[in-house]
């Protein structure tokens, strides 16, 4: 599922590539995607619009185009963006551009959405979510941690603590701070804090200079995979080496979720 940096990166090369350009036409192979409101009504209010800013919070994008009208983006599971020359059939809409191309929204799960909105800000989506964590001083992360009783990683990866962490970053943050998945927050002496704040930082920084990690199903917006999946340390590595003390990685279900971990070296 993409997070931060996948997003990010996203946005990025939506800034280079999509910003200023005007959707000329829309093809909507599969209306499940579009939410609120109909096919009919969506193309007669998208199409001829310029796409005037880029927004991402948390996992989400915001297109904002003319007549303050906003196209909320939520990739969820397996949705991603694909910048082609053609509309492609694997997809399930197509955003025709006035220079030729075609941003494609694919989504193999029919989990993602696409909103039309005329305040992205007023969604509970969005009014809920906790601060950006690359906004944030070290100091201030750590505030955010008084008296929380829930375990680290749920708590990292929880849109109303913190925007943007998901499964992936929130294992590989607490394995780099040394700091094990199942200890409650307000546990966690706050000099540890501050270390799994500094190892959320960079690697969320790092991932999003190599284009995110390809894991699953999400590319980057020419189609290529993300290249941080190779850097990472503990996610998806059950049964192998631990990278720092060579115990072997185990895998739990923390909160629901499937979290890989070192027994040993994270405390
Ligand atoms: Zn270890």
Not at 102 to 120: A, P, Q
Request: hydrophobic content about 35%; overall charge positive.
């Amino acid at each position: 599922m993409p997070e931060l940096p996948e997003v990010e990166t996203i946005r990025l090369q939506l800034s280079r590539n999509v910003l200023g350009k005007k959707i000329k036409d829309i093809v909507v192979d599969d209306a499940r995607v579009i939410k609120g409101v109909s096919k009919t009504v969506f193309k007669s209010k998208v199409e001829n619009k310029t796409v005037k800013n880029i927004i991402r919070r948390g996992k989400v994008l915001i297109f904002e185009l003319a007549d303050d009208l906003y196209l909320v983006i939520h990739l969820r599971i397996s949705g991603w963006l694909f910048l082609s020359k053609t509309y492609e059939k694997f997809c399930r809409v197509g955003f025709v551009l006035n220079n030729g191309k075609i941003l494609n929204f694919c989504d193999s799960r029919v989990l993602g959405e696409i909103k039309l909105i005329d305040d992205w800000t007023n969604l509970a989506l969005i009014k809920n979510m906790g601060p950006e964590p690359l906004g944030l001083s070290k100091q201030n992360f750590v505030k955010l941690f008084d008296k929380k009783t829930a375990k680290i990683k749920p708590l990292l990866m929880d849109q109303r603590f913190l925007a943007g962490v998901g499964n992936m970053y929130a294992q590989e943050a607490v394995f780099c701070a040394g700091i094990s998945p199942q200890r409650r927050a307000d546990k966690i002496d706050k000099k540890d804090i501050g270390r799994i704040y500094t190892c959320l930082i960079r690697i969320l920084r790092k991932s999003i200079e190599r284009g995110g990690s390809s894991v699953d199903t999400y590319r980057q917006l020419n189609g290529e995979k993300g290249k941080y999946k190779a850097l990472l340390k503990v996610y998806q590595r059950q049964g192998k080496p631990c990278f720092r003390c060579k115990a072997t990685i185990k895998r739990e279900s923390i909160g629901g979720r499937g979290t890989y971990y070192c027994p040993k070296c994270q405390k």
